[in-house]
């Protein structure tokens, strides 16, 4: 995704679908923005409900209410962010230098990642979205947490996560994934996807951010569902190439840019909800590093009690640390009772650790088997 020479604050969501009327458009968004700011105001925060607004119909709506919401969804303390030094503001080279100053400030505070190709795309969405102080502090956590697979010396817990997608393309077409299977395809035609946020493959900023609203709401193995739920919603353009490897894969790896994206992301919270990762776990773990992955041990971050005060750094600018290396059924995906609430409870349950999970099991007859601990 290219760099943008200015932030703006006007919407950059999705359009909400239904061609309602005008009136009826601008009543539901005042609504929305009333209960967004409803939620950021009480004491404390209601982050389940923050949660339940970006996952629903237009996400979060503007860049001004995602500088107030994103945070809180990553339980960053944005009263303390990490220090930013380098040159002057006006010796700057525009947004290109901020981009550079944060990954650097980020691999020098944490060793242990690893810069991969793609992850400027998704810190320049943060940039654009929220200016970089703000910007630093949400992607280092994201790094460490929803990122971190992909930050590893080796793309074996990548290619693990990609694992996942075929299965969940078959429990909904088995048809699709034969089909798929014969031609070999793979799952490499996802791999931008995956490790961009789709922020490398959709040319809209509107919609790359619509999907950050949802990814940072949920688990981090919903991008994995929602490349899920394109190839489904794309089985007849599918079943129609030659059924080889060639044909499939260069029909993939071009992302239509007009995808009724709401209506996918709706159907990627639906088949989470009835095919959570831990029943497509042995399917996926076809590699022995299955239960080593960041999201097999994903506990959120307790929302209600964290806080947070980076250590101060002396940031070097080694550049030299940067290394280029590295249409769904409806019959089986019908939207579900109370689906936003199962999708927004999951993420809060995460965070609140085994007890709650029992109590959302008894609730709602759901719950993954993931073991709940602190990132190593």
């Given at each position: 995704m290219a760099l943008r020479s200015a932030r703006g604050d006007g919407p950059t969501s999705g359009r909400w679908d239904g061609g309602a009327e005008k009136g009826d458009f601008n009543a539901k968004r005042k609504k929305k923005v009333a209960e967004i700011y409803q939620a950021l105001n009480s004491e404390p925060t209601d982050v389940a409900a923050l949660r339940r607004m970006a996952i629903s119909e237009g996400g979060l709506l503007t860049d001004e209410i995602r500088r107030k919401v994103w945070p809180k969804l990553l339980n960053v303390n944005t009263n303390d962010p990490p220090p930013i030094s380098g040159m002057p503001e006006e010796q700057r080279e525009g947004l290109q230098e901020e981009l550079i100053d944060i990954i650097l400030l980020i691999l020098e505070r944490n060793p242990q990642l690893h810069y991969y190709q793609g992850y400027h795309d998704i810190v320049v969405t943060f940039l654009l979205v929220l200016g970089e102080r703000l910007a630093t502090s949400l992607v280092e956590k994201l790094s460490t947490h929803h990122l971190r697979d992909f930050m590893d010396p080796t793309m074996d817990n990548t290619k693990h996560i990609l694992n996942y997608l075929m299965p969940i393309i078959d429990q909904v077409n088995p048809e699709l994934h034969d089909f798929m299977q014969s031609a070999e395809v793979g799952t490499i035609f996802a791999l931008s996807w995956l490790i961009t946020w789709f922020g490398h493959v959709l040319s809209d900023f509107r919609h790359v951010v619509r999907l950050y609203d949802f990814f940072l709401?949920?688990?981090?193995?919903?991008?994995?569902?929602?490349?899920?739920?394109?190839?489904?919603?794309?089985?007849?353009?599918?079943?129609?190439?030659?059924?080889?490897?060639?044909?499939?894969?260069?029909?993939?790896?071009?992302?239509?840019?007009?995808?009724?994206?709401?209506?996918?992301?709706?159907?990627?919270?639906?088949?989470?909800?009835?095919?959570?990762?831990?029943?497509?776990?042995?399917?996926?773990?076809?590699?022995?590093?299955?239960?080593?992955?960041?999201?097999?041990?994903?506990?959120?971050?307790?929302?209600?009690?964290?806080?947070?005060?980076?250590?101060?750094?002396?940031?070097?600018?080694?550049?030299?640390?940067?290394?280029?290396?590295?249409?769904?059924?409806?019959?089986?995906?019908?939207?579900?009772?109370?689906?936003?609430?199962?999708?927004?409870?999951?993420?809060?349950?995460?965070?609140?650790?085994?007890?709650?999970?029992?109590?959302?099991?008894?609730?709602?007859?759901?719950?993954?088997?993931?073991?709940?601990?602190?990132?190593?």
């Amino acid at each position: 995704m290219a760099l943008r020479s200015a932030r703006g604050d006007g919407p950059t969501s999705g359009r909400w679908d239904g061609g309602a009327e005008k009136g009826d458009f601008n009543a539901k968004r005042k609504k929305k923005v009333a209960e967004i700011y409803q939620a950021l105001n009480s004491e404390p925060t209601d982050v389940a409900a923050l949660r339940r607004m970006a996952i629903s119909e237009g996400g979060l709506l503007t860049d001004e209410i995602r500088r107030k919401v994103w945070p809180k969804l990553l339980n960053v303390n944005t009263n303390d962010p990490p220090p930013i030094s380098g040159m002057p503001e006006e010796q700057r080279e525009g947004l290109q230098e901020e981009l550079i100053d944060i990954i650097l400030l980020i691999l020098e505070r944490n060793p242990q990642l690893h810069y991969y190709q793609g992850y400027h795309d998704i810190v320049v969405t943060f940039l654009l979205v929220l200016g970089e102080r703000l910007a630093t502090s949400l992607v280092e956590k994201l790094s460490t947490h929803h990122l971190r697979d992909f930050m590893d010396p080796t793309m074996d817990n990548t290619k693990h996560i990609l694992n996942y997608l075929m299965p969940i393309i078959d429990q909904v077409n088995p048809e699709l994934h034969d089909f798929m299977q014969s031609a070999e395809v793979g799952t490499i035609f996802a791999l931008s996807w995956l490790i961009t946020w789709f922020g490398h493959v959709l040319s809209d900023f509107r919609h790359v951010v619509r999907l950050y609203d949802f990814f940072l709401a949920c688990h981090p193995l919903m991008p994995i569902y929602f490349a899920a739920v394109i190839v489904l919603y794309r089985e007849q353009e599918v079943l129609d190439c030659d059924c080889d490897m060639a044909s499939v894969h260069h029909l993939l790896s071009q992302i239509p840019q007009d995808l009724p994206y709401e209506t996918l992301i709706s159907r990627a919270g639906d088949l989470f909800v009835q095919f959570p990762p831990s029943e497509l776990a042995r399917e996926a773990a076809a590699q022995p590093q299955a239960e080593k992955t960041a999201a097999s041990t994903f506990k959120d971050f307790e929302l209600a009690s964290a806080q947070q005060r980076p250590d101060m750094v002396l940031r070097q600018r080694f550049r030299g640390l940067l290394r280029p290396d590295e249409r769904t059924k409806d019959v089986l995906t019908k939207p579900r009772t109370n689906r936003f609430v199962k999708l927004a409870v999951m993420g809060l349950t995460v965070a609140l650790g085994a007890a709650a999970l029992a109590v959302v099991k008894s609730a709602l007859e759901w719950a993954p088997k993931f073991q709940l601990q602190l990132f190593p």
